[in-house]
């Protein structure tokens, strides 16, 4: 009895190691500032703050880990609904992200690349995102995408009309349009869909983040909130799933003999 569970143990820890999916691409839904905030008494934006020291952790320890790419939600396009003031707040953050963050991200060959409905930002913000994103643009270690003003359902709209325009315009067959072509008109083209998906602070959706791209992402739930979200959280995520088995649809068999 003994010696079939130590065998069959064994045999599970093999296939764990066999396992062990790549991860090439780490996505995070950064939520739970705001009551981060209220459990310390704090304002809304006391929340947002943290949150930003949360960001250039996780960046240093994804960079350490050797992903490659990290997608993080930064604002949707339903948080423009929010009271004007935190709107205000956040996009201030934003900018002071960037300035301070800029060199560090140089030094880390980091490279920014934002993805979202970017005409709703204001200008300045625009203006800064862009000029950031060009001189990171030669980063190597790792791209940090930052959604901003993004929705996944949005996303999907302007691909589509991007494709309808390239068809009436003679550019494209609609006839060979396929997933790969599909895929090549959303914000993220030329990056690779996301393998996990992180989402701190307990909540179990998607709010409409990469939901084009998530079709076959590994999910991870944490009640964690955003601020006190640590490289060792991360890790224990990482962990889990290197675990697990990704399967695409196929079977066991089929995938042992790729
Ligand atoms: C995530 O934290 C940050 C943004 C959505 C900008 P929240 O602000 O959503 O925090 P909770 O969910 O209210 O705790
Ligand atoms: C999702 O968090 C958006 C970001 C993390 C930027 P929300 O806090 O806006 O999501 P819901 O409203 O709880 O679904
Ligand atoms: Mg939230």
């Known amino acids: 009895m003994e010696v079939d569970f130590i065998s069959k143990f064994m045999d599970t820890k093999l296939t764990v190691m066999t396992n062990n999916p790549p991860l090439d691409h780490l996505a995070i839904i950064m939520d739970g500032n705001g009551r981060w905030a209220q459990k310390h008494g704090q304002p809304r934006v006391a929340g947002h703050q943290r949150g930003v020291e949360t960001v250039v952790r996780v960046v240093d320890e994804c960079v350490l880990q050797g992903i490659r790419f990290l997608s993080l939600f930064a604002f949707s396009s339903e948080n423009w609904g929010r009271p004007r003031d935190e709107v205000d707040a956040l996009m201030s953050l934003l900018l002071q992200f960037l300035a301070s963050q800029r060199q560090r991200m140089l030094d880390d060959g980091v490279r920014l690349r934002v993805i979202g409905d970017l005409s709703r930002l ?10 950031v994103e060009k001189e990171t643009a ?3 270690n790792l791209t940090l995408i ?10 999907i709209m302007r691909a589509a009309k991007k494709i309808a325009q390239s068809a009436l315009d003679g550019d494209l067959d609609i006839n060979k349009l396929d997933n790969k072509t599909f895929s090549g008109f959303l914000d993220t083209g030329d990056i690779p869909e996301p393998d996990l998906l992180i989402r701190t602070s307990g909540e179990i959706r998607l709010s409409n ?27 224990i995520a990482l962990e889990d799933y290197r675990k697990r088995k990704r399967r695409f649809g196929l079977t066991d068999d089929q995938l042992e003999d790729v």
């Open 122 to 131: 204001s200008v300045p913000v625009q203006s800064a995102l862009v000029d």
């Open 138 to 140: 030669t980063g190597r």
């Open 146 to 155: 930052l959604a901003l003003s993004y929705g996944g359902r949005d996303e």
């Open 209 to 235: 983040f990469l939901l084009w791209q998530s079709a076959y992402a590994e999910f991870y739930f944490t009640d964690v909130l955003w601020p006190d979200f640590d490289a060792a959280d991360l890790r």
